[in-house]
């Protein structure tokens, strides 16, 4: 892994009865689509009609799970959909999501993104309790507390069950009638509403919305649940909300540039991380590459606030699959001359500034350069736009252990030999910070794994 990996997607939508009911899962399907970035190893989606969820989940990506065909036998008023990243431990099927279980009060369907630090201990108290689970997946965790809490009123059940869980999440529960949506009391991970035809629709990101055809209407509030059925939205907070404290990763790398988190646009922070780093560390040099795609935005605004021309010196091939195998060395370094070609003319006897978002082990990075190297380029000065990254993440984001982190073993003028650049350059967490709104308040984001300073979920 040379990149953090966010863990999982969620699309939820609720239509009134009769609105193109045989069309709520095409719209999950692409609202999917939208979100395949943060999850790749599994898909699925689960409709309701007239009280009875049908489930359709699998490995693979969105497009290879989801055919016409399969589409068109789920139709419902309500549906919920995930795409799920897996830990190399947790690939099975069986724990593709959304997780539908049976209970006392009907079927509920739940799809989770994120982590639970009390995961283990409320696994272990409910087994010791006599609860069996069939998956290692949190989202069983979090349907069998749920089910526990159900005294008829779904939304305090859901209320309850946030009482108890602790981390960084966000879920949705589909009943026989509605949906009812949270985010974490701090935020850490994202969650929006939408408006659909015919209703509303939550998403882990923004950008969904546009492929299902509605709009943007707000984020999910820190601590928030929201209750969605016959095109009405109900909200309530979930015990005191905290201050909020989202995942600054997502702005960096994670989310889609096209997405807004919390009233900030992710393409304009990362141009804006680019920009001031360029102020940070300047460089003498002919052209800005930035690593396509991720580095791109960054390498724009770096362009902008040095005045060194931008160019597309690296040509990404979008047909290299995610499972492309690299067992050995020498086909790793195939595998960055397949996903990633220099432009000759582009970089032959160039000074280059490199501009990508983050270096988690480096070893793409080396490959990267190298490549460039033999294509002629005569300097290689490597610029990151984000802080060197240091520590673990525990609120659902899949981070190497810390002894892995090239950040946390070396100092950055032995990663810059190690990688043969030139140079090598992040930005400070000051600067991302600025690159973010400087009208809210800075304390807002997590940035746990640039500082070890976590908000304090426990
Ligand atoms: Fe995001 Fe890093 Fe905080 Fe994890 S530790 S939530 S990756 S900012």
Known sequence: MDKLREECGIIAVSQKKGVSENDIAQMAFMGLISLQHRGQESAGIAVSKDGVITCYKEKGLVTEVFNEKILSLLSGEQCLGHV???????????????????YKYGSLAVAFNGALVNGGALREKMEDEGVIFATQNTSEILAALIARHDRGDIAKAVAAAMAEIKGGYTFAVMTGDKIVGARDPFGIRPMALGKVDGGYALASES?????????????????????????????????????????????????????????????????????????????????????????????????????????????KNKYVGRTFIQPTQSQREASVRMK??????????????LVDDSIVRGTTMRHLIASLRNAGAAEVHLRISSPPVLN????????????????????????????????????????????????????????GCFNGQYPPVE
């Open 392 to 447: 673990s993440c525990y609120y659902g984001v899949d981070t190497p252990d810390k002894n892995d982190l090239i950040a946390n073993v070396m100092s950055s003028a032995e990663i810059c030999e190690m990688l043969n650049a030139n140079s090598l350059a992040h930005i400070s967490l000051e600067g991302v910070l600025a690159s973010l709104d400087a009208s809210v308040e800075k304390s807002r984001y997590c940035t």
């Open 207 to 315: 950008c969904a919305f546009d492929r299902m055809n509605g709009v943007f209407v707000r984020d999910v509030r820190p601590g928030e649940i929201l209750v969605i059925e016959n095109e009405q939205v109900t909200s309530f907070c979930q015990g005191k909300p905290e201050p909020l404290a989202g995942c600054i990763f997502e702005y960096i790398y994670f989310a889609n540039p096209d997405s807004t988190i919390d009233a900030e646009n992710v393409y304009m922070s990362r141009e804006r991380a680019g920009y001031i780093l360029a102020k940070e560390a300047p460089v003498v040099a002919d052209v800005v590459i930035g690593v396509p795609d991720s580095g791109s935005p960054a390498a724009l605004g770096f362009s902008k606030g040095s005045g060194i021309p931008f160019t597309l010196g690296l040509i």
């Open 340 to 353: 990633l070609n220099p432009v000759r003319p582009l970089v032959e006897g160039k000074r280059i500034v």
């Open 84 to 102: 799920k990243y897996s830990r190399q431990r947790e690939a099975f099927m069986v724990n593709a999501q959304p997780m539908v279980i049976k």
